[in-house]
């Protein structure tokens, strides 16, 4: 018997309990962790993200966001925060992963790849190819001056993100500028494994439950 899954749902930018409890209550999968970055709107101070990650029950994941790209402060970072699972925002050398995984076993990887044009399919191969336990495909821009690693509220080429959906041996989350305008299209045109969401579900800064719950029903219709 084949059972249709419903999407998966990672929102994103939590900043406070309250916001992780209506997320939750509202049937969010995982919730993420912006740590310090070099530009954007999400960012949580690590020991509110340690409380956030110790009140979010089973089988909820916690992804931590880091700017970091050295194993030592990857690893010193999860340690502050306690997040199940690292999502790397930039690029990372290739040996890093395998460093990640001897130092944190129980921790799950997910590399971002910034989608800009088909070269990004051979990145996000090559991520795959070093072990990565997802992908996480959203529309930052690694090469401006002051990075912009995500939360831009920007679609990107999701043709592109497509052929990686179809490429990838690990499950594929899309980023970028989704919300209710967009998610079923997102859903039908790229067939990612999860959703990731933060500007297209708040209102003034803050997590809107009108527009979570709103967004949770086109997942499920
Ligand atoms: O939100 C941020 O400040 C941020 C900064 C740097 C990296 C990632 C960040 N957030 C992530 O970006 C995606 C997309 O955001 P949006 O939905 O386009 O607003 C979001 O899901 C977070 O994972």
Redesign the pocket.
Known sequence: MHLPLRTRI?I??ISSLDEAQLAIRLGADAL?L?GQ???????VADGLAAQIVRSTPPPVAT?M?T?ETSAVAIVAHQQRVGANTI?L?DAVRPETYAQLRSALPAIKLVQ?IHVIDERNCDEAMQAVQNGVDAL?L???NPNLAVK????????HNWAVSRQIVEQSSVPVFL?????TDNVRRAIDTVGPFGL?????V?TNGQLDAHKLESLMRLLTD
């Open positions: 990672k994103c930018c993420g912006v970055m070099p530009s954007g709107p999400g960012v992804f966001l700017s999502q925002v971002v996480l959203d529309s930052g912009e690693l995500g939360g831009t509220g920007r679609v980023a970028g500028g989704l919300s990731d969401v933060c500007s297209g708040r």
